[in-house]
């Protein structure tokens, strides 16, 4: 700490920028504005922003980036085709405009300004004592004005947004009236949006492809896209008879060229291999037309969301589709998001799966972590940050994990509309070691199959805790896990190589244990729930009444009670051994928020010891 | 925040000091010291330290202080009688020398320096990267060297020890040999100590005080302290026959010279009026010598700690002594603190009480707040920090207040050997509105009654709430409450104006919901605990299988189950109404943790928009 604190020189020329910025923002009226930064040389090329997404609907805000790890940093490049009177653009929570950290351009009519700004819980506009969106260059160009600027993941500045791996909200306002100053401005009022992001993209290097690498387009046969907000589109494409094991090494999205702001995700499918043939279908997946058949579509081979790229498998491993014993139907499912109700646009997006006859040496496999679809996980209604826990227990990997582990390398996490936070944990012998994947912004309405920064290795006897965090406020009674929309889940699918039996790897609290808060609960609340034996469990958490007991007691249930283990080879057949009343994982070494390092507030004297003349001290 | 900002000078003079003293402390060996501070002209006066504490129980470290609110800073004078090779000295959570916050002299045994470091977890020091103890001078004098340094409340630094309202934990180690830098000392090997204080003494105007204002001293007659570590010592006075009504406005300790650092504290009681005589007595506390009726003198007149000052009465009241229907029988008991075991010390302590005829418009009285004497309230083993919170509620005071309200100015806190925290926060219409009095560092063995830094007024209405925080790590059993000094207090005797009849404003859980969960606990459990009825509610707590489970639904419990409310006139009269049953207050509004106000880390640019030259925006 002392290197750093002494290294640091004092800022003097800053503090001359200082003050000229300050005289030239109390004069600005009287003064001609002078051009403070400006683009050096030629446009930045394409690569120098690898991901791009549209932010609004209409696509006139375009939004690519890159991302430094090395200068823990985001390069942003605005495109602003139809530029009004400015612009907001910025982070927050969950994509609310209220306490939200901004960059603005804003302009008076005359004069143009650019400025890092927070709003209050009133979305009133300030600016910030600390301007962390550092601007690096602004540039006119046919199609609209591009803004450059600059923002560390981590400010220190307890106004600003921390940028995580995971979910990012990113909003955008327009400036459609001149604005006199930034504070005059409340961001309620404005024209705007959210748009959900994985902005810290995981700086993977690309493996090489084979060169007998194939291409196959799974993509929407000229779609005319619904004029309705929400649509989910689904198609069945079908393999060649025939068609021999394969391996998928990479897929990308095709995205037909205008429909970039509507097309929110795809995902591909693979039926279930049980029924030799499934009906062809293209329309909306809650048609009455739609053949119930196409529920036993749901084995994932690919998924994209908006903003992702794509997705390359790990050089040893592929996915696995042809062959025996798999089907050779596939379902497509798209998302349109149409919220300004186009009509008549027509569509083809799909994805490209990149394959080879060539086998790598690892099949990859997916991996089902977290909580059992089962009522007995429930969260009482009205709570903010309600926490659920699903464990894949030490016992179940010992039993069905190769001694050499295995490695997962991606994740898509998922839970139903209350699910707000997600996050896998690697415990080994009772020591919390690693994240495996973590999103502390999740969005159920943003499900990407995220790469891990770095491969997680998994051996025999490991523990991976997956852990859920609900807001239920909204909600009048309690919420159920279960596979229906306003039922919960918690799981993270992992995905891994090589490829085990094991399907499965979940938990539920033990019923028995339920049982017994049932009868708690109903005798300390003067028997007001009905503890008939015909009543569902669904039925018994409905007729709670929620105090604040009977919430803390089934926290306390849930962090106590032994659970049920599923440690399945598919979703329905167990390994051998003793599943029920197992253990809770108990841990000894949580790991610690990471939390940003910030440097300690300018001291007042030198990290120098103090020299003193006392002559020798001991008179002895 | 932008004026803020902007105003701030860069320091560049302080960069080159830092340059400086950095140049010095590399090359130190090469060079003469040179003498970088030194007191500038006489002594200082020992009216600008007004407050001061021995560290050790030889005396031979003497602290003295004084606290600039203006500042936000505390000056240190420490005398250091016999210098060795240097000194630590600082403050830690409690008084543990491993994370603790120092400011270390030290001598390789040519040259000397000062610095602030700080302790890790292994008791390792390091140099701080951010210098806080900012050495102010030195000098040599015919007793020994004085240092003189100052210390802000709050650094910032997250090494610094926070100075907060409250103990303050003390510790000082001496250096026996010279060291040769300041890493390689590890402060846990050292010969030292710890002190308890209140630092930041409350900056009170002492009220004029009255010319027939008269003394009498309560004083030990030339007691030989025992020569054994801990002695309470006791002693009868008695009051002149017929002696009237009087106020005391002011006392004082009355300390043997030399015996600064063993009278740890003292306090006078006054004995119950229902006795007409008591006998005298002159010896231990706890010696079976010890007339029983001596038990009976409980009312506190007087109370006084080491580092503690006069205590001043606010000009409007006094403390009633005399008259009819009071006790002319006083006890005095000290506390002697004789850890080195000196033989045959003579002492002559006692309190010396300031007194006057002319009644002062109102008599001041003493409230109990916090938790009723009753082992429904319980700690479960094991606890690092366990939280039992006493009530006194609206209707209470409703019922017991005088519509102008009363004015509380003192406070002391009280709780047995587990209490590591208490609070009291003042609530009206459910919002909590500020605290009446609170010690995050509390410690049993330092019990002081302390003037509030602003008289807190309550009102007919208000909730007066008490929370302690307890430590059971060292226990195996529940600590329940009770009068025993392995049973818990949670107690706030509040020091007010004017007197009222409500003696006693405390609280405890309803038995019946306890019962409920010994009921439930015992089912859940699998009906191990005894639920015999003749069995105590401690036995019940002492045979409870302390899991997470039990623990966590006693703390429901608390934080749920109706209270029943001792709102009395004294300790057995009640208050006419319903006190059973009585619903816990809900507090919709809390008040927030204070927590020092940082600055952010310098920014990378100022707090000013960048105007651009994008000339008008829109193009229409």
Redo the contacts between chains.
């Keep these: ?2 290197q ?3 290294s640091k ?4 020329p ?2 001359k ?2 003050e000229v ?2 005289m ?2 109390t004069m ?1 009226a009287a003064f001609l ?5 400006a683009l050096q040389g030629s446009a930045p090329r394409e690569s120098d922003f690898p991901y791009k997404v549209p932010l609004d609907p209409q696509g006139l805000l375009e939004l690519s980036w890159n991302v430094s790890y090395r200068e823990q940093a985001v390069h942003f490049q605005l495109l602003i085709r139809e ?4 612009l907001l653009f910025g982070m927050s929570d969950r994509g609310e405009f209220e306490n939200a950290d901004l960059a603005v ?1 804003w ?1 008076d ?8 700004a927070w709003s209050d819980a009133k979305g009133q506009l ?7 969106y ?2 690096l260059g ?1 540039r ?1 160009a046919p199609e609209g ?1 591009y803004l450059l600027f600059r923002r560390a993941f981590s ?5 600003d947004y921390l940028i995580e791996d995971g979910t990012v909200h990113l909003i955008y306002g327009i400036l459609e009236k001149p604005v006199h100053s ?1 504070q005059a401005i409340n961001v309620s009022a404005l024209h705007g949006g959210l748009q959900r992001v994985q902005l810290l993209k995981p700086n993977i290097s690309i493996p090489e492809l084979p060169s007998d690498m194939k291409t196959m387009e799974i993509t929407a046969p000229d779609v005319v896209i619904p004029s309705q907000e929400t649509t989910y589109w689904c198609y069945m494409a079908e393999l060649p008879e025939g068609f021999p094991k394969h391996h998928i090494i990479m897929y990308e999205p095709v995205v037909t060229e205008g429909n970039e702001a509507l097309v929110h995700h795809m995902e591909v499918f693979q039926c279930a291999a049980a029924f030799d043939s499934f009906p062809h279908y293209n329309g909306p997946c809650d048609s009455k037309m739609k053949p119930d058949r196409l529920n036993y579509c749901r084995h994932v081979l690919a998924a994209w969301a908006m903003g992702a790229q794509a997705f390359y498998y790990p050089e040893e491993a592929g996915l696995a589709f042809g062959g025996p014993g798999s089907s050779r139907y596939l379902r497509l499912e798209i998302h349109y998001h149409n919220p300004l109700v186009f009509k008549g646009r027509r569509d083809s997006s799909g994805i490209r799966l990149y394959y080879t006859a060539t086998l790598r040496p690892y099949d990859a496999g997916i991996m089902e972590l977290g909580l059992v679809y089962t009522p007995v996980m429930a969260i009482p209604p009205g709570e903010d940050n309600f926490i659920l826990t699903g464990y894949c227990t030490d016992k179940c990997t010992q039993l069905a994990l190769p001694a050499a582990g295995i490695r997962i390398f991606a994740s898509q996490l998922h839970t139903h509309l209350a699910g707000r936070k997600v996050v896998t944990v690697l415990s080994r012998d009772g020591r919390e070691r690693r994240v495996v994947n973590a999103d502390g912004h999740y969005s159920p309405h943003f499900q990407e199959i995220r790469m891990l920064k770095e491969v997680v290795a998994v051996f025999p006897g490991d523990e991976l805790i997956t852990t859920c965090t609900y807001n239920t406020e909204d909600r009048s009674r309690a919420t159920v896990g279960g596979f229906g929309i306003l039922e919960e889940m918690c799981v993270n699918y992992v995905h891994y190589y090589p490829q085990t039996q094991l399907e499965l790897c979940k938990s539920a609290v033990d019923p028995g244990y339920l049982h ?1 808060y049932f ?2 609960v109903n ?2 609340n003067d028997e007001e729930i009905c503890m008939c034996p015909q009543v569902s469990v669904p039925q018994q958490f409905y007729s709670i009444p929620w ?3 009977n919430r ?2 089934l ?3 849930y ?3 032994p659970i049920s283990m599923h440690c399945n080879k598919s979703s329905a057949v167990r390994f051998p051994g003793e599943w029920e009343k197992q253990p809770l994982p108990s841990i000894t070494e949580r790991l610690r928020e990471p939390g940003p390092r ?17 002559g ?4 002895d």
Excluded: E
């Design positions: 700490r002392m750093n604190s002494r020189p004092c800022s003097c800053s503090l920028l200082r910025a300050s030239y923002f600005v504005v002078i051009l403070v930064v530029l009004q009177f400015g351009l302009s009519g005359h004069n143009s300004y650019f400025g890092d300030h600016m910030d004592s600390q301007q962390d550092q601007l602004a006119r004005l400010t220190c500045d307890p106004k930034l017994r009868n708690l005798r300390f105090n604040t007991f803390d007691v926290k306390s249930l962090s106590f009670a910030c440097p300690p507030a300018p001291g007042p004297q030198p990290a120098a010891p103090v020299p003193l003349n006392l020798q001290l001991r008179r």
